[in-house]
T-cell receptor, first 109, second 116 residues
Framework: RKEVEQDPGPFNVPEGATVAFNCTYSNSASQSFFWYRQDCRKEPKLLMSVYSSGNEDGRFTAQLNRASQYISLLIRDSKLSDSATYLCVVNINGGKSTFGDGTTLTVKP | ETGVTQTPRHLVMGMTNKKSLKCEQHLGHNAMYWYKQSAKKPLELMFVYNFKEQTENNSVPSRFSPECPNSSHLFLHLHTLQPEDSALYLC???????????????FGSGTRLTVV
């Protein structure tokens, strides 16, 4: 089993739709969680950290469920510019960060 | 422009060539990383440096040789590469490998390497 698992997609949604991605992790000692966005042929960029209480940044909401060992990313009112690959990143205290394989989102007009 | 600068952006090299990739970060971070990303594949961690000391080598072939002269600079020396080494090579930096502060990585724009 992979340390970090994501549904690769692709998710194809119309503009304005709400879409959610989940990411599961296997190590219960994981402490820090992030969502990154990677556009085609570009570097990954930090989208948002994920906090225990959940956090929101505009149209984006991140949640952490420690009991079930998953994090989620919700995108409301999807824009064409949201089309990208979304990477889940999990870090164990004092250890390296592990990247998921990514979920590809395509928002269509 | 990000706080992590990689050069060159593109590189084409023959299998007998020797070349080096350079990474420089201006963020005051203490840890630097090399990642490889082949076409339509996930990121693969290659090397980790923390305070100039290599703390991880993820079973990378010896034809890839990293060098970290200080906390701001990281090099990846390449020699006798194979065509399957063609990929996007990404450098990243962070405050430290310990992510408990909730601070993520900053990536450079990458070097797109083609081995012919």
């Amino acid at each position: 089993r992979k340390e970090v698992e994501q549904d690769p997609g692709p998710f194809n949604v119309p503009e304005g739709a709400t879409v959610a991605f989940n990411c599961t992790y296997s190590n219960s000692a994981s402490q820090s969680f992030f969502w990154y966005r990677q556009d085609c042929r570009k570097e990954p960029k930090l989208l948002m950290s994920v906090y225990s209480s959940g956090n929101e940044d505009g149209r984006f909401t991140a949640q952490l469920n420690r009991a079930s060992q998953y994090i989620s990313l919700l995108i409301r009112d999807s824009k064409l510019s949201d089309s990208a690959t979304y990477l889940c990143v999990v870090n164990i205290n004092g250890g390296k960060s592990t990247f998921g394989d990514g979920t590809t989102l395509t928002v269509k007009p | 422009e990000t706080g992590v600068t990689q050069t060159p952006r593109h590189l084409v090299m023959g299998m007998t060539n020797k070349k080096s990739l350079k990474c420089e970060q201006h963020l005051g971070h203490n840890a630097m990383y090399w990642y490889k990303q082949s076409a339509k594949k996930p990121l693969e961690l290659m090397f980790v440096y923390n305070f100039k000391e290599q703390t991880e080598n993820n079973s990378v072939p010896s034809r890839f040789s990293p060098e970290c002269p200080n906390s701001s600079h990281l090099f990846l020396h390449l020699h006798t590469l194979q065509p399957e080494d063609s990929a996007l090579y990404l450098c990243a930096s962070s405050q430290s490998p310990d992510r408990t502060r909730g601070i993520g990585y900053t990536f450079g724009s990458g070097t797109r390497l083609t081995v012919v």
